[in-house]
């Protein structure tokens, strides 16, 4: 069964290659529901529960950490894993990433079976 | 640093197109200097660590119009300047932490990249003075040339 993804970026150009890297990387995406910053992202997964969300970690109004923290705060969604897709060079904000319950990291620039790796790193499997 | 850094921050484009966009830049080879068409765009963004400084990626707009359509399959109509500088944004982004990682030797440094900043360049001046720069490294990418230099680097 395909996999329901939320895509939370402020660039839709790296949403985008997201959605491109997903196609090429074998993972079974269906629906993609995209949002432009963790309000955003919160607001969709209100309107109904995905599999996987891949998400920034800077975006204005809300990054990527603070909208893990609050999806994990949320019984109706705490199980949804979140894998954090960035540029970012800094080790340490990387490892604090896992803390924050992040449960894998893509560095930019990606490969399709980086995103392969991660889902099955988190689900095991690369279908639902 | 500056050598070694031009060097790095041209490899850097170069991987960061072949993974965003499975571009591959090759280096300018043409005797002549190249345009830059109606339009063309600048972006910067700053990096600090153990070295620190600014890279700087133009091209004509036409490149980043090019892949936007091309690439990422959006319809040309969707195609316009905000689109474009979010092309050269996020390619200049995912360039400066590929270098970034390519320079850190030290674990414990804490590189810092700032957001990237896009500009319009005066043309043909503003074009023409960025690719004739010291430092400045011209690639051709689908046809298109792309530069990219190092400034107050350290």
Redesign the interface.
Known sequence: MPLKVLIVDDSSTIRAVIKRALAMSGVAAGEVVEASNGVEGLAALAKGPVDLIFADLHMPEMGGVEMTRRILSNPATARIPVIVVTAEPNQKTIDELRGAGVRAHIAKPFTPEAFRNAVTAVLGTVHA | MPETGNNLASESLG??L????FVSPMPWESGDAPAAGDEAYMASIAFS?ARHGVLEIAAPAAFARML?VN????DAGEVGDE?IR??F??LT??T???F??RL?VD?GE????S?PRVEALKLPVGWTDFIESDGCTLLEAEGYPIAVRLRDAA
């Open positions: 991987w960061s072949e993974m965003m966009a660590g936007a690439l990422l399959s959006f689109r979010d092309v944004r996020e982004n995912i400066c932490g590929t970034i990682r850190s674990p804490v590189p810092n990249m957001i």
